[in-house]
Protein backbone atom coordinates (compact mmCIF):
# COMPACT_ATOMS: atom_id res chain seq x y z
CA UNK A 1 0.00 0.00 0.00
CA UNK A 2 1.84 3.19 -1.14
CA UNK A 3 0.83 6.23 1.50
CA UNK A 4 1.25 9.77 0.99
CA UNK A 5 1.03 12.91 3.98
CA UNK A 6 -0.57 15.60 3.91
CA UNK A 7 0.60 18.30 6.63
CA UNK A 8 -2.36 21.53 6.70
CA UNK A 9 0.00 23.97 8.25
CA UNK A 10 -1.35 27.41 6.45
CA UNK A 11 -2.71 28.58 10.04
CA UNK A 12 -2.08 32.09 10.92
CA UNK A 13 -2.52 30.24 14.56
CA UNK A 14 -3.58 33.57 16.30
CA UNK A 15 -4.37 32.15 19.75
CA UNK A 16 -0.34 31.97 19.46
CA UNK A 17 -0.20 35.63 19.63
CA UNK A 18 2.85 35.16 17.70
CA UNK A 19 3.32 37.24 13.90
CA UNK A 20 5.00 34.44 12.11
CA UNK A 21 2.36 31.64 10.99
CA UNK A 22 2.47 29.09 13.45
CA UNK A 23 4.04 26.19 11.54
CA UNK A 24 6.89 28.34 11.44
CA UNK A 25 7.12 29.28 15.06
CA UNK A 26 10.45 27.07 16.99
CA UNK A 27 10.19 24.26 19.03
CA UNK A 28 13.77 22.80 20.43
CA UNK A 29 15.40 25.30 17.74
CA UNK A 30 12.98 23.58 14.87
CA UNK A 31 9.40 24.83 13.27
CA UNK A 32 6.80 23.33 14.10
CA UNK A 33 6.03 22.17 10.55
CA UNK A 34 9.79 20.44 10.66
CA UNK A 35 8.76 18.31 13.21
CA UNK A 36 4.97 17.10 11.93
CA UNK A 37 6.75 16.14 8.39
CA UNK A 38 9.44 14.39 10.04
CA UNK A 39 6.84 12.00 12.04
CA UNK A 40 5.35 10.99 8.50
CA UNK A 41 8.70 10.67 6.36
CA UNK A 42 9.82 8.67 9.36
CA UNK A 43 6.35 6.07 8.74
CA UNK A 44 7.15 6.22 5.29
CA UNK A 45 4.78 8.38 3.65
CA UNK A 46 5.65 9.33 0.58
CA UNK A 47 5.32 12.10 -0.84
CA UNK A 48 4.76 14.46 2.16
CA UNK A 49 2.68 17.44 0.56
CA UNK A 50 2.57 20.71 2.98
CA UNK A 51 0.19 23.30 2.56
CA UNK A 52 1.53 26.28 3.65
CA UNK A 53 1.08 30.34 4.10
CA UNK A 54 0.67 31.55 0.96
CA UNK A 55 3.21 34.71 2.43
CA UNK A 56 5.59 31.81 3.68
CA UNK A 57 6.07 29.22 1.24
CA UNK A 58 9.48 29.93 0.15
CA UNK A 59 9.97 30.11 3.00
CA UNK A 60 8.47 26.68 4.12
CA UNK A 61 10.42 24.82 0.80
CA UNK A 62 13.43 25.86 2.69
CA UNK A 63 12.41 24.32 6.30
CA UNK A 64 11.23 20.80 4.46
CA UNK A 65 13.16 20.31 1.65
CA UNK A 66 12.02 16.40 1.66
CA UNK A 67 8.07 17.63 1.08
CA UNK A 68 6.22 19.04 -1.67
CA UNK A 69 5.38 22.41 -0.71
CA UNK A 70 1.74 23.76 -2.15
CA UNK A 71 -0.42 27.17 -1.22
CA UNK A 72 -2.86 26.63 1.41
CA UNK A 73 -6.36 27.92 1.57
CA UNK A 74 -8.70 30.33 3.87
CA UNK A 75 -10.14 26.56 6.15
CA UNK A 76 -8.06 23.94 7.36
CA UNK A 77 -10.51 21.49 4.85
CA UNK A 78 -9.29 23.80 1.78
CA UNK A 79 -5.74 23.30 2.77
CA UNK A 80 -6.30 19.65 2.67
CA UNK A 81 -8.15 19.05 -0.48
CA UNK A 82 -5.34 21.41 -2.40
CA UNK A 83 -2.83 19.26 -0.83
CA UNK A 84 -5.18 16.50 -2.30
CA UNK A 85 -4.32 17.80 -5.52
CA UNK A 86 -0.62 17.57 -5.86
CA UNK A 87 -1.13 13.91 -4.68
CA UNK A 88 0.27 11.41 -7.22
CA UNK A 89 -2.59 8.88 -9.38
CA UNK A 90 -1.05 5.61 -7.24
CA UNK A 91 -1.20 6.43 -3.96
CA UNK A 92 -3.84 4.46 -2.18
CA UNK A 93 -3.87 6.23 1.39
CA UNK A 94 -3.25 9.40 3.23
CA UNK A 95 -2.23 10.47 6.35
CA UNK A 96 -3.36 13.78 7.34
CA UNK A 97 -1.57 15.15 10.27
CA UNK A 98 -1.81 19.23 12.00
CA UNK A 99 1.74 21.03 11.61
CA UNK A 100 0.82 22.28 15.43
CA UNK A 101 1.01 18.61 16.65
CA UNK A 102 4.78 17.86 16.66
CA UNK A 103 5.29 14.88 19.08
CA UNK A 104 3.65 12.44 17.63
CA UNK A 105 4.94 9.70 19.13
CA UNK A 106 5.58 6.89 16.02
CA UNK A 107 3.35 4.22 17.59
CA UNK A 108 0.52 6.37 17.02
CA UNK A 109 0.99 6.77 13.25
CA UNK A 110 1.88 3.11 13.46
CA UNK A 111 -1.32 2.09 14.72
CA UNK A 112 -2.99 4.67 12.43
CA UNK A 113 -1.33 2.79 9.46
CA UNK A 114 -2.09 -0.89 10.74
CA UNK A 115 -5.63 -0.05 10.97
CA UNK A 116 -5.49 1.39 7.24
CA UNK A 117 -3.91 -1.86 6.39
CA UNK A 118 -6.14 -3.97 8.17
CA UNK A 119 -8.93 -2.45 5.50
CA UNK A 120 -9.92 0.45 7.47
CA UNK A 121 -11.62 3.38 5.55
CA UNK A 122 -11.30 5.89 8.10
CA UNK A 123 -8.79 5.89 11.23
CA UNK A 124 -8.17 8.60 13.42
CA UNK A 125 -6.47 8.26 16.85
CA UNK A 126 -8.21 9.11 20.10
CA UNK A 127 -7.67 9.91 23.86
CA UNK A 128 -9.80 10.07 26.54
CA UNK A 129 -10.98 13.41 28.25
CA UNK A 130 -9.38 13.96 31.57
CA UNK A 131 -12.11 16.70 32.51
CA UNK A 132 -16.06 16.27 33.11
CA UNK A 133 -17.43 17.61 30.85
CA UNK A 134 -20.92 19.83 30.40
CA UNK A 135 -23.13 21.26 27.68
CA UNK A 136 -24.52 24.32 28.48
CA UNK A 137 -27.01 27.13 27.02
CA UNK A 138 -26.32 30.30 25.49
CA UNK A 139 -26.06 32.46 28.53
CA UNK A 140 -23.07 29.55 30.21
CA UNK A 141 -25.52 28.05 32.42
CA UNK A 142 -24.98 24.42 32.82
CA UNK A 143 -27.72 22.35 30.68
CA UNK A 144 -26.42 18.69 31.59
CA UNK A 145 -23.43 16.38 32.28
CA UNK A 146 -22.24 14.11 29.05
CA UNK A 147 -21.21 10.94 29.88
CA UNK A 148 -17.55 11.70 29.41
CA UNK A 149 -17.18 7.36 29.12
CA UNK A 150 -18.24 7.74 25.48
CA UNK A 151 -16.23 10.56 24.39
CA UNK A 152 -13.19 10.90 22.68
CA UNK A 153 -10.66 13.88 22.05
CA UNK A 154 -9.13 13.47 18.38
CA UNK A 155 -5.70 13.87 16.92
CA UNK A 156 -4.20 13.49 14.14
CA UNK A 157 -2.31 11.96 12.36
CA UNK A 158 -5.82 10.89 10.42
CA UNK A 159 -5.50 7.85 8.25
CA UNK A 160 -7.95 7.45 4.71
CA UNK A 161 -8.25 5.52 2.06
CA UNK A 162 -7.01 8.09 -0.64
CA UNK A 163 -10.59 7.47 -2.51
CA UNK A 164 -12.53 8.01 0.37
CA UNK A 165 -10.80 10.79 1.32
CA UNK A 166 -11.42 12.76 -2.07
CA UNK A 167 -14.97 11.88 -2.14
CA UNK A 168 -15.55 13.27 1.51
CA UNK A 169 -13.77 16.52 0.10
CA UNK A 170 -16.23 17.06 -2.87
CA UNK A 171 -18.88 17.93 -0.57
CA UNK A 172 -16.57 20.38 2.03
CA UNK A 173 -18.09 23.80 1.05
CA UNK A 174 -21.50 22.66 2.68
CA UNK A 175 -19.95 21.70 5.51
CA UNK A 176 -18.30 23.63 8.97
CA UNK A 177 -15.96 21.14 9.70
CA UNK A 178 -12.35 20.94 11.76
CA UNK A 179 -11.23 17.82 10.65
CA UNK A 180 -10.94 15.38 8.06
CA UNK A 181 -13.00 12.58 9.77
CA UNK A 182 -16.38 14.36 10.02
CA UNK A 183 -16.52 14.66 6.47
CA UNK A 184 -15.85 11.11 6.08
CA UNK A 185 -18.36 10.57 8.71
CA UNK A 186 -21.15 12.71 6.74
CA UNK A 187 -21.08 10.45 4.11
CA UNK A 188 -21.97 7.48 6.48
CA UNK A 189 -18.57 5.68 6.04
CA UNK A 190 -17.16 4.09 9.27
CA UNK A 191 -14.50 6.11 11.26
CA UNK A 192 -12.31 3.61 13.28
CA UNK A 193 -10.52 4.77 16.14
CA UNK A 194 -7.17 3.59 17.31
CA UNK A 195 -5.41 5.18 20.66
CA UNK A 196 -3.12 8.44 20.36
CA UNK A 197 -0.97 9.49 22.93
CA UNK A 198 -0.75 12.75 25.27
CA UNK A 199 2.11 13.99 23.49
CA UNK A 200 0.27 14.17 20.20
CA UNK A 201 -1.19 17.24 21.95
CA UNK A 202 -2.25 20.85 19.38
CA UNK A 203 -0.13 23.53 20.00
CA UNK A 204 -2.55 25.99 20.53
CA UNK A 205 -1.75 28.94 23.01
CA UNK A 206 1.43 29.95 24.37
CA UNK A 207 1.36 28.03 27.23
CA UNK A 208 1.10 24.71 24.99
CA UNK A 209 4.09 26.16 23.15
CA UNK A 210 5.93 26.25 27.12
CA UNK A 211 4.79 22.97 27.28
CA UNK A 212 6.35 21.89 23.92
CA UNK A 213 9.71 23.91 24.59
CA UNK A 214 9.92 22.00 28.37
CA UNK A 215 8.89 18.56 26.88
CA UNK A 216 11.68 18.94 24.04
CA UNK A 217 14.59 20.06 26.45
CA UNK A 218 13.73 17.57 29.25
CA UNK A 219 14.20 14.55 26.36
CA UNK A 220 10.28 13.96 26.78
CA UNK A 221 8.87 14.59 23.15
O1 LIG B 1 -6.23 26.40 13.82
P1 LIG B 1 -5.94 24.97 14.19
O2 LIG B 1 -4.82 24.84 15.18
O3 LIG B 1 -7.14 24.16 14.52
O4 LIG B 1 -5.37 24.34 12.84
C1 LIG B 1 -5.04 22.97 12.74
C2 LIG B 1 -4.08 22.78 11.58
O5 LIG B 1 -4.70 23.18 10.36
C3 LIG B 1 -2.80 23.62 11.74
O6 LIG B 1 -1.68 22.80 11.43
C4 LIG B 1 -3.01 24.74 10.75
O7 LIG B 1 -1.81 25.25 10.18
C5 LIG B 1 -3.86 24.08 9.66
N1 LIG B 1 -4.66 25.06 8.89
C6 LIG B 1 -4.45 25.17 7.51
N2 LIG B 1 -5.16 26.10 6.79
C7 LIG B 1 -6.02 26.93 7.39
C8 LIG B 1 -6.25 26.83 8.80
C9 LIG B 1 -5.56 25.87 9.53
O8 LIG B 1 -3.64 24.44 6.94
N3 LIG B 1 -6.64 27.84 6.66
Known amino acids: M ?10 RG ?6 TPKALVQVGALPLVVHAVAALLRAGADPVVVAAPTDAIEEVRRQVPRALVVPGGAHRWESV ?27 VVERVVAALDAGAAAVVPVAPLADT ?7 GV ?3 TVDRSTLRAVQTPQGFRRDVLAAAHADAETLDVTDDAALVEAMGVAVQTVWGDPRAFKVTTPWDLAVAEAMWETGKA
Not at 14 to 19: I, Q, S
Not at 83 to 96: G, H, K, R, S, T
Open 14 to 19: ERLGRP
Open 133 to 139: VKRVDRD
Open 142 to 144: VVE
Open 81 to 107: RLALDAIPADVDAVLVHDAARPFVPDD
Open 2 to 11: RIAGIVPAAG
